[in-house]
């Protein structure tokens, strides 16, 4: 199972966001006053301030779907729902299979490539949850058929 960000962790980031755009407006001359008023770590804010990533964005070009790919696949999840049809995670695991797969965007050469991914890219047996756990709007239904209700 996939743990969920902790409540702490999130609160760190909005906290450190928080002290970014304090810096930047004037709210505090340094980074150092924000940092000792909002006791966070010097060295995090001041390294986002001059461009750091934080961990989710540093980690972006390890996830198995780009930023893209994501917003379209929740597109198309949440027009499946809408339609009456939620799409199960082995549906949704075979979909994201295929958008990966198929299509890869050369800038180079403006056409789409046909591609087979190597093994070692294929989707984990966890994927599916995690990224309803970064999403966390998605919620799952459990179907059952008119018979048995």
């Known amino acids: 199972m996939v743990r969920q960000k902790s409540q702490t962790a999130t609160e760190l980031d909005t906290q450190i966001n928080k002290a970014i755009l304090e810096v ?5 001359k340094s980074t150092y006053k924000a940092t000792k008023r909002l006791q966070l ?3 995090t804010v001041t390294r986002r301030i001059n461009g750091g990533l934080s961990r989710t964005q540093a980690r972006q070009q390890q996830q198995k779907l780009s930023s893209a ?3 379209v696949l929740l597109k198309w999840i949440k027009e499946l729902t809408i339609n009456g ?3 199960g995670h082995r549906l949704l ?3 994201v299979g295929e958008v990966r797969s198929k299509q890869i965007y ?5 056409s789409f490539d046909l591609f087979e991914f190597p093994l070692q890219y294929k989707l984990g047996r966890d994927w599916v949850l995690r990224f309803i ?7 799952v239904i459990i ?7």
């Not at 930047?24 to 505090?28: C, I, R, S, T």
């Not at 050369?106 to 403006?110: C, G, K, R, S």
């Open 106 to 110: 050369n800038l180079d050469n403006p």
């Open 133 to 139: 756990i970064r999403y966390p709007h998605l919620k």
């Open 41 to 43: 770590s010097k060295r």
């Open 85 to 87: 049809y939620s799409p």
């Open 143 to 149: 179907k059952r058929r008119i018979e048995f209700v």
């Open 93 to 95: 695991k075979e979909i």
């Open 69 to 71: 790919q994501e917003n």
């Open 24 to 28: 930047k407006f004037g709210l505090y």
